[in-house]
């Protein structure tokens, strides 16, 4: 496991190639077109840009878009990555531009993993997710391909209203499609996804304790984004489960102290990280982010050093500090492991250090008022 202090550097950084995707899909964060921004990180600008990400203690690097497979120098890119000895992940949209060459050349200089997105055991529902006709069957056929290459397999689902009743389906055809991680998103309603696609508080509450039960009986990994609160519920389970009196006195101990890593599975972080805190976002112009999902623009790289943004930006140095947030986020005893979705509370209320509004749970210091 990395070992990292979330002051200085990423556990993990997200840089979006391209907004250009041929794809319209409903809940786009990019608000993808079919056409590539001029303004876009040369080439050259994105070698600079993975010496300095390999130099903040050399984090995860995730390409994605739009699509990244619309720049002809992606296979650069990811190559020079690799040689720098950085560990390279795509998350590529299942379009044609999805061959089997274009696979075994990822295979061959290096790619530690493809992601594809996944929204519906069906036809039905994932091509009206993905605003496409046939996205279904190109995502099979490329995973088929993915197999061939033997290159491993991550599963991204966005848990909205469109699938929210067909979970049980979605967690056989992951388990069926041999894949290696499955991360389920819970939607943010930015760019092109609305307020009212996304699940209420209580049914994230259910399917974080569906989530729990079946991680302890899947072949595949398990891991949420947006859904920092699943870091809470799978504490109290193993608090609940714990036999031993006194393992439960060590979880109290070290969530007291923000140390317990509850979620486990391939490349996880230390302890929780959320956005700016651990996770970094660049855009396809330099623009940087504490992720993709809360647009509030901390610097450019190409006026200011990516660590510099990230360890000196006031918006980061507030993100960090979840003693700082607001309402019950800023009280509650899970705040350092859990924290709340930065994300959601800045779509929903319009302050990034106000409370998720998708969380259920009272904490302890807001029921001894009460």
Same mark, same amino acid.
């Given at each position: 496991m990395i070992q990292c202090d979330f002051q200085k550097a990423p556990f993990i950084v997200i840089w979006e190639l391209t907004r250009a995707c041929e794809l319209k899909c409903l809940h786009c964060r990019a608000s993808a077109q079919n056409w590539r921004d001029p303004r876009e990180l040369s080439l050259e600008e994105g070698k600079t840009l993975i010496d300095q990400i390999y130099a903040m203690n050399n984090p995860l690097?995730?390409?994605?878009? %739009?699509?990244? $497979?619309?720049? =002809?120098?992606?296979?650069?890119?990811?190559?020079y990555a690799v040689e720098k000895g950085v560990r390279v992940s795509m998350t590529p949209s299942a379009t044609p531009n999805v061959t089997k060459e274009a696979i075994q050349t990822a295979k061959k200089i290096g790619l530690s993993r493809w992601a594809f997105s996944?929204? %519906?055991?069906?036809? @039905?529902?994932?091509?009206?997710f993905r605003g496409t006709d046939g996205s279904f069957d190109l995502t099979m056929k490329a995973i088929r391909y993915i197999h061939e290459c033997n290159l491993p397999l991550q599963i991204n689902t966005v848990i909205s209203t469109y699938n929210i009743d067909h979970l049980n389906e979605m967690a056989q055809l992951i388990e069926e499609l041999n894949c290696v991680l499955w991360s389920v998103f819970f939607?943010?309603?930015?760019?092109?996804? @609305?307020? =009212?696609?996304?699940?209420?508080?209580?049914?994230? =509450?259910k399917v974080f304790q569906w989530l729990y039960t079946l991680a302890k009986k899947v072949p595949f990994d398990i891991k949420t984004t947006a859904a920092q609160h699943y870091r809470r519920v799978v504490i109290q389970q193993k608090m609940r489960d714990a036999k031993d009196p006194h393992m439960k006195i060590r979880y109290e101990n070290a969530l007291q102290k923000g140390k317990i890593d509850v979620v486990g599975g391939l490349g996880r972080a230390? @302890?929780?990280?959320?956005? %700016?805190? %651990?996770?970094?976002?660049?855009?396809?112009?330099?623009?940087v982010?504490?992720?993709?999902? $809360?647009?509030? @623009?901390?610097?450019?790289?190409?006026e200011q050093s990516l660590s510099d943004i990230y360890c000196e930006s006031p918006i980061f140095k507030d993100l960090r500090n979840p003693d700082g947030f607001r309402g019950k986020c800023g009280v509650c005893e899970f705040r350092h492991v859990c924290g709340g979705s930065r994300s959601r509370a800045y779509a929903l209320t319009g302050d990034f250090l106000e409370s998720d509004p998708s969380c259920v749970y009272i904490p302890k210091a807001l029921r001894k008022k009460l």
């Open positions: 690097l995730v390409l994605t878009g %739009g699509d990244p $497979l619309m720049r =002809e120098d992606v296979f650069d890119i990811i190559q996944l929204d %519906g055991p069906n036809r @039905k529902i994932h091509d009206h939607l943010v309603p930015t760019g092109r996804a @609305k307020r =009212e696609d996304m699940i209420s508080p209580i049914q994230h =509450e230390p @302890k929780g990280v959320n956005d %700016g805190n %651990g996770f970094l976002f660049i855009s396809h112009i330099g623009d982010y504490p992720s993709g999902l $809360l647009p509030v @623009k901390a610097g450019n790289i190409r």
